[in-house]
Each structure stands twice: as C-alpha cells, then as structure tokens.
C-alpha cells in the first residue's frame, strides 16, 4: 500500500497545477524580457517597463547603456520635451538583458532563479546594539550581511528564504504543501530542499507574461 500511495504522489507532482487559467506566455529562459525601469511591480508583471532602457540619460545626455553601473543623476527624455529626473529610489526595479533587478536593502539585486517563486540574494544593513560586550563603540555596530529571500510572484511579498517564509509560498498548492509539511523540521530548514520545492512549484505554476 505504501509503495502505491508513493507512485500516485510522484505521479499528482508530475501533474502541473491547473489552478486559475492565465492568458500569457510562459517564462523560460530565453523569454525576451523588454528593457527599462520599472515604477511598480505591475510594470514588472506587464512587461512593460515604464520608461524603456534606450530613453534614460545621464547628466551629460549620454544614452545610459548599463544600468548597473551607471552614477550619478538618471534621466528619462521623452519623445518630445524636456527630460525628467528619474529617482531610481523610488523605482521598483529594472531589466537588462532579460536579467531582472529589484530595488532592496542597499540598492538594486538580481533575481538568480526567475519564477512564480523567484529566489535572489539582498544585501541589509542592521546595528547591533549589543553593548554589553567589550570593544564595543558607544552606539553600538553597523553590520552588512546576505540574506536569501523568496518574491511571491502573485501576491508581490518578499518571504524569507526558510521553511516558514516556503510553509508561506506553498500555500496556493496543497499536494506540495502537505510533502513540504511531512518533511522532519530539520530537512525543511535546509537549502537543498527549499530549492529543490521552489523548482516543483514553479514547474507546476509557470510565470506568464502578456503576449
């Protein structure tokens, strides 16, 4: 009985998740993602940036070709009219070269693994005020550390990248849900797994784009 309950799991996870029917194409890694910034995440879920890579300006009114690196004050030039100053800290993110990059911590981060669950690497600053301990400064320390984090590509939260912020994720797909659940505490916690049950969830839940 066992062994026939495991082939009928394997067999629903092979399945992908029907759910509520999106129009759209789905994501795979040579889906053309258009270039420019993005105000909010709807511009980021439309594929639509709000101002396209090629109308950005530096200072100068040099055409910004890599956002990544670029300094300074950004601005937008219409089609007609004076440019705009951009405040890239207000912006949700960007794209380039169908890499994403989102507006967190200390400044802009590239989504590594792109999905209906997305993973990506931000940097946070923090002070520890643990001054109890010697050679401590009065104040406390300023502390820069890489924290993992999950993007929720249907409600737009950032969860933490751990078995509670995955118990989260998972909660659209019950059958996912209930194997992530039967896992010992311990296997949950693990990187291993909570890639490993990102990668099903988004196999049985594509990201689509508008045509």
């Avoid at 300074?72 to 890499?99: I, T, V």
Wanted: proline share 4%; glycine share 10%; net charge negative.
């Amino acid at each position: 009985m066992i062994t026939i309950m495991r082939g009928l799991l394997v067999l629903l996870l092979s399945i992908p998740f029907s759910g509520a029917a999106q129009d759209g194409v789905d994501y795979v890694g040579a889906t053309d993602l258009r270039e420019g910034l993005y105000r909010n995440f709807q511009d980021f879920r439309n594929n639509a940036p709000a101002v396209p890579l090629e109308k950005i300006r530096d200072d100068q009114g040099v055409a910004v070709t890599d956002l990544r690196r670029a300094g300074g004050k950004l601005y937008w030039q219409p089609d007609s009219g004076d440019r705009k100053a951009l405040a890239m800290d207000k912006l949700w993110g960007f794209c380039q070269n169908d890499a994403v990059y989102i507006s967190g911590g200390n400044g802009f981060y590239r989504i590594g693994l792109l999905g209906s669950l997305s993973h990506l690497m931000v940097e946070q600053t923090y002070q520890d005020w643990n001054s109890g301990m010697y050679g401590y400064p009065y104040g406390g320390v300023t502390r820069t550390v890489m924290v993992q984090q999950l993007l929720d590509m249907e409600s737009a939260k950032f969860l933490d990248f751990s078995a509670a912020g995955m118990d989260q994720a998972l909660q659209p797909d019950s059958i996912l849900l209930e194997e992530f659940r039967n896992l010992p505490k311990k296997q949950r916690n693990s990187d291993e797994v909570l890639f490993r049950f990102l990668r099903m969830y988004n196999d049985r839940h594509p990201l689509t784009f508008p045509d």
